[in-house]
């Protein structure tokens, strides 16, 4: 039908669950810790939770390394919690979407082990193993977590593809025996209650054979992904009448891929988690070499995603997540303008068309660890880039340098409940430090700060797009693309209109003349009700921003 579907004005919220919350004091976020915490999410009004994995797991990558995935991980809680969680957050009209990783495992899931064992066990062909290519590994892939993507299993004399860490064997989707396993265990899941699935890195499962041996250094999406996801949906979502989401993490897609994987017709993923915007800020060949961006090459690549979905297919939406750096130190000023830059960005972002995703504590504004010492980081990524780094003669300050901007543990670091020890997170010694400024960043004192509280913007925010299809559902045109510091556009369905106008700066911003005359002309047709913020109490008034957001 051409009823809109329902996750076009709903609102996700992420949980990181190891930095979420802690209930029992052993210093790690559990189960118990996000139950007593979904007053808060409730409040926020969001309509979905996307918890991060929660699965068994040895945890060499915080749980994404699975070794069983119908099980919970004790550091978390038993499958009984779980169901009260579920229980809970359907009580208060929540759903819960769960994070799939399904491109590798742990390498001490059973069926790795058994793969492991012996050339010709029958699951030795559940996972991707290679002879050596003259002497070496097969081919010259690289891991996402340094060094080669081949580690060498001594017993078989074969090499395993890991993609992302040793710990992580990618598993062989080419094997129909692997695709019914994860169908299977999906189906487990729906049929306990959950409401869709979070994807990571989906695109990746796919691997072209070809490739896989000889001098190949970039590894590339195979074609069978779309028979793969068509095959999922067959299989899993298919017949269910529950209200759904699949979401697939997929760096390197483009719009025209986007389009075909999440076009309504082609049955195979609701939206994409894209990550051109995210990689505008850094060389192509190392995510932790940081290049100056624009912003005007921020707004036209999110201006070609909703130009390039506008018509088949639907974005999501975010700034940040587990594997970001925080968003208000990235794309805004986390001193002092923190607040503006918190609300400034969830304005622009959550104002476009797409489904909106809130990474835990950027609804209050939180900010990047600055680390000073490698001690502090935990991070498999951050820890084994510094190694290699400094190993290869680079500067260790300025490897920390590096990561003090980008390092995955900046995102990490525990949610700031209040301001009373380690944040309110734990009773205990928490897994990664805690931000030293969660004495004025923390959730009480932002929910308590009426008109400078982040976390109550986000909460029009949401409840905007909830009530207005707008909001959800109209066409988005960018304005002033080259203007360096104003952010600008307008959305439009049947004859209402809205302007979006953000002022990404610290100073003053005079209106350039064809956006005056866009208000002008609206104002005389009666057709912008202007809806100015209410006056922001704390900066000094030559120091005040525009009102981020206008809506008529
Ligand atoms: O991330 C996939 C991914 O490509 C990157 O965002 C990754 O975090 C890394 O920064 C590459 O440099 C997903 C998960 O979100 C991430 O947490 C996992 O570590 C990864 O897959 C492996 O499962
Ligand atoms: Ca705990």
Request: proline share 5%.
């Amino acid at each position: 039908t051409d009823e809109p579907k329902w996750w076009t004005n709903a609102v996700v919220y992420q949980i990181y669950p190891r930095s979420f919350a802690d209930s029992n004091g052993d210093g790690i976020g559990d189960l118990g810790g996000i139950r007593a915490h979904l007053d808060h999410l409730e409040r926020l009004g969001v309509d979905v939770v996307w918890l991060s994995p929660i699965y068994r797991s040895p945890q060499a990558d915080n749980g994404y390394d699975i070794s069983d995935y119908r099980d919970i991980d004790p550091l978390f809680g038993t499958l009984d919690e779980f169901d009260a969680l579920l229980g809970d957050l359907h009580d208060r009209g929540i759903k819960l979407v769960m994070d799939l990783v399904v491109n590798h495992t742990s390498d001490r899931h059973p069926w790795f082990e058994a793969s492991r064992s012996s050339l010709d066990d029958p699951k030795r062909d559940w996972y991707i193993w290679r002879d050596p290519h003259e002497g070496r590994e097969p081919n010259l892939w690289r891991s996402a977590f340094s060094g080669s993507a081949w580690t060498l299993d001594e017993a078989t004399g074969q090499y395993y593809l890991h993609l992302f860490a040793a710990q992580q064997p990618d598993l062989n989707w080419a094997n129909p025996e692997v695709r019914d396993a994860v169908f299977a265990m999906m189906n487990w899941w729906l049929d306990r209650g959950v409401d869709g699935f979070r994807m990571d890195v989906i695109n990746f499962i796919a691997k072209v054979d070809a490739d896989l041996t000889g001098d190949s250094t970039e590894a590339v999406m195979g074609p069978q992904i779309h028979d793969y996801l068509q095959q999922m949906n067959r299989e899993v979502f298919a017949g269910r009448d529950a209200d759904l989401i699949t979401v697939g993490e997929m760096p390197g897609v483009t719009v025209d891929e986007a389009a075909l994987f999440t076009g309504a017709d082609r049955l195979e993923l609701d939206m994409v988690f894209q990550f051109e915007h995210v990689g505008l800020d850094h060389e192509a060949r190392s995510k932790f070499l940081r290049r100056e961006m624009s912003l005007p090459e921020l707004k036209r690549s999110l201006d070609h995603w909703q130009t390039g979905l506008a018509s088949a297919g639907w974005n999501s939406l975010y700034l940040g997540n587990h594997d970001q750096p925080r968003s208000v130190s990235r794309f805004g000023d986390d001193g002092r303008f923190r607040i503006e830059s918190a609300t400034l960005l969830a304005t622009v972002l959550h104002l476009h068309r797409g489904t909106p995703y809130i990474y835990q504590g950027d609804e209050i504004g939180m900010t990047n660890a600055a680390f000073t010492s490698i001690d502090q980081y935990d991070d498999i990524e951050s820890v084994n880039y510094y190694a290699e780094a400094v190993a290869a003669g680079e500067s260790p300050d300025e490897v920390l340098e590096q990561l003090r901007f980008r390092s995955r543990d900046n995102a990490r670091t525990p949610v700031h409940w209040d301001a009373g020890a380690q944040a309110g997170f734990t009773t205990g010694t928490p897994w990664l430090a805690v931000n030293p400024n969660y004495t004025t960043v923390n959730a009480a004192a932002d929910w308590a700060a009426g008109d400078r509280s982040i976390a109550g913007y986000y909460r029009r925010l949401i409840e905007l797009r909830h009530s207005s299809a707008l909001v959800a559902l109209g066409d988005f045109i960018l304005l002033e693309p080259e203007h360096p510091t104003l952010y600008a556009f307008t959305r439009a369905l049947g004859d209402e209109r809205a302007l979006v106008l953000g002022n990404v700066s610290g100073d003053e911003l005079a209106l350039p003349p064809a956006v005056a005359a866009l208000i002008g002309s609206g104002a005389r047709r009666g057709r912008w009700r202007w809806q100015r913020r209410r006056r922001q109490r704390c900066p000094p008034a030559d120091r005040q921003l525009p009102p981020a957001a206008r809506r008529g």
